[in-house]
T-cell receptor, first 115, second 110 residues
Framework: AQSVTQLDSQVPVFEEAPVELRCNYSSSVSVYLFWYVQYPNQGLQLLLKYLSGSTLVKGINGFEAEFNKSQTSFHLRKPSVHISDTAEYFC?????????????FGAGTILRVKS | EAGVTQSPTHLIKTRGQQATLRCSPISGHTSVYWYQQALGLGLQFLLWYDEGEERNRGNFPPRFSGRQFPNYSSELNVNALELEDSALYLCARLDRGTQFFGPGTRLTVL
């Protein structure tokens, strides 16, 4: 079964600094990878996704992620964060060979942007 | 926009009662997924409905059930509520391999 590890439960960072949120998944033949963001008391919003093609994926709000198959990683990056980026970020994977595209989520990383 | 509506926003029940949560994807989307986000347990897959049938379920007891209607909206029913059922319940629609989530229903069991 698929599993996802988000290596940091919390990441504090100053405004305008770069940030990287780490995500590793268990190996599979082929996977779809996602990052979602959750603001307090809200649902999940899709930031970006990797289904196929270019391993560097750009998403909303200036975020990007790189799919690294050899390291089974899908780290999320932003070159300069804003206060408004404070939220919880979830990495998720689905096995494209498995019927139904069920998502398996990591435990989440809370990004705290400080002024 | 996520294209998924959920109701109610909040639901308060007592132990032993039943809860019914609703989800409506935008027109034309036949797959609906349910997830539970409980404190300390993270986001867990509950159920998947497609074309009116239950296609897959996660590791949850049978008192978690649901159905999908002809218009592809869905209901999640939780019977014999327990305190640990308190959670945010999220519904998602599927669009070309990607799930888009609704705002969730916060269920509190007292």
């Amino acid at each position: 079964a698929q599993s996802v590890t988000q290596l940091d439960s919390q990441v504090p960072v100053f405004e305008e600094a770069p940030v990287e949120l780490r995500c590793n998944y268990s190996s599979s033949v082929s996977v779809y990878l996602f990052w979602y963001v959750q603001y307090p008391n809200q649902g999940l919003q899709l930031l970006l996704k990797y289904l196929s093609g270019s391993t560097l994926v750009k998403g909303i709000n200036g975020f990007e992620a790189e799919f690294n198959k050899s390291q089974t990683s899908f780290h999320l990056r932003k070159p300069s964060v804003h206060i408004s980026d404070t939220a919880e970020y979830f990495c998720a994977v689905s096995d494209s060979a498995e019927y139904g595209n069920k998502l398996v989520f990591g435990a989440g990383t809370i990004l705290r942007v400080k002024s | 926009e996520a294209g998924v509506t959920q109701s109610p926003t909040h639901l308060i029940k007592t132990r032993g009662q039943q809860a019914t949560l609703r989800c409506s994807p935008i027109s034309g989307h036949t797959s609906v997924y349910w997830y539970q986000q409980a404190l300390g347990l993270g986001l867990q897959f509950l159920l998947w409905y497609d074309e009116g049938e239950e296609r897959n379920r996660g590791n949850f007891p049978p008192r978690f059930s649901g159905r999908q209607f002809p218009n592809y909206s869905s209901e999640l029913n939780v019977n014999a509520l327990e305190l640990e059922d308190s959670a945010l319940y999220l519904c998602a629609r599927l669009d070309r391999g990607t799930q888009f989530f609704g705002p969730g229903t916060r269920l509190t069991v007292l």
